[in-house]
């Protein structure tokens, strides 16, 4: 039986959630074809694999994609099942044309621009946007012992809820918000140790998502002008003191250990050389581009990125990647700072295109 031809677009988004979305928005005010294909069972992109727990370190007023702003959370700082729920409802409020699930293998080029593969089909594209983002590359440093280490291991990826842990001895790794919000919620249970590469930077507890957003797009604007600024310590990686965390906080479990040297079948060596009993260690150690998908097109460097101008790759200029982090973008892996790179991306689109229209 023949293989069906690929439908044929201007652009084909690869990857639906926050990012791909965001470009989605700004595309649809061009008169530019476009398609976006998701991995995803649902709407919602990684957001759908968060821990039942989790939450935003923003108010839903600054965790918005362009267009629509996300609904007030009941509890303050939004939740999983809320953003995965806004996510849901912007993608029907704008009718994106959606296709799913799409596991797209590779990108080829071809005589007229890049043909997007999957298992059962193929897309014609002028262009190709990479949104893959990074949950499904989870990072694990290498350790001495790892291969020996018989205990249980959980990204933070895969971690659910604290429960399959009780009563247990669990090192939490990993010194982000990830870290810190899981380490709460473990700790009530469990016999938690919170290992990370340098003492945990608090920042104070009137300082979240927004201010920090604020203080990364000074910095940029100061950036490209020449400018140096001062500003007070707090980066978008510093832990915010979100109710778990200060909850823990008053508990007095916030407290760091720094890295082990190797494993052992059934446990830990720590620097000074005495060994501790782990039943699991649970990975916080956060994410790598997910980017496999390009290898065939030879773009992919030694630190497994893709070397753009702006969001433009430099070897394929007919492929932008949006949302993978500071190399596309300052705070573009966030809700709210995709939305810069998703403008300029599109635009860039639309004038290599030959598109007229504004967006």
Avoid at 21 to 50: K, M, N
Avoid at 55 to 78: C, D, H, K, N, V
Avoid at 165 to 191: R, Y
Avoid at 228 to 235: A, L, R
Wanted: net charge negative.
């Amino acid at each position: 039986m023949p293989c069906p031809q690929p439908d044929t677009y201007d652009v084909v988004i690869i990857g639906g959630g926050q990012a791909g979305l965001a470009v989605a928005y700004f595309l649809r005010r061009t008169p530019l074809s476009f398609v976006i294909l998701d991995a995803q069972e649902e709407p919602g992109g990684a957001w759908r694999h968060g821990w039942n727990s989790l939450r935003l370190f923003s108010p839903a007023t600054w965790s918005s994609i362009p267009g629509w702003m996300m609904p007030p959370a009941q509890e303050g700082y939004p939740s999983r099942d809320h953003v995965v729920d806004y996510l849901k409802r912007y993608e029907q409020r704008y009718q994106f044309p959606v296709v799913r699930p799409v596991q797209v293998t590779r990108v080829e080029r071809t005589e007229t621009g890049l043909r997007v593969h999957a298992p059962d089909r193929q897309w014609n594209a002028r262009v190709v946007v990479s949104a893959t983002g990074t949950w499904s590359n989870p990072y694990i440093p290498d350790y001495p012992g790892a291969a020996m280490f018989t205990a249980q291991q959980v990204h933070s990826a895969d971690y659910v809820e604290a429960t399959p842990f009780a009563g247990k001895k669990v090192l939490v790794v990993g010194g982000g918000n990830s870290g810190a919000q899981i380490l709460a919620e473990v700790s009530k249970v469990a016999e938690a140790t919170w290992v990370t590469p340098t003492e945990p930077l608090f920042l104070p507890d009137d300082v979240d998502g927004r201010v920090l957003f604020e203080r990364a797009t000074e910095r940029l604007k100061a950036q490209q002008e020449g400018r140096t600024i001062e500003q007070p310590v707090g980066g978008l990686g510093d832990i915010v003191m979100v109710p778990p965390v200060v909850e823990a906080r008053e508990r007095d479990v916030l407290r760091a250990v720094r890295p082990f040297t190797c494993f052992t079948r059934n446990g830990v060596v720590w620097p000074d050389g005495h060994e501790s009993a782990v039943d699991v260690v649970i990975w916080c150690t956060g994410f790598k581009p997910a980017l496999g998908h390009l290898d065939t097109l030879g773009v992919i460097n030694d630190e497994g990125r893709v070397d753009v101008q702006g969001t433009r790759s430099v070897r394929e200029p007919r492929l932008w990647l949006v949302g993978y982090g500071e190399w596309t973008g300052s705070a573009s892996a966030t809700l709210i700072g995709v939305t810069r790179t998703a403008r300029s991306t599109a635009s860039e689109i639309a004038a290599f295109l030959g598109s007229s229209s504004s967006v």
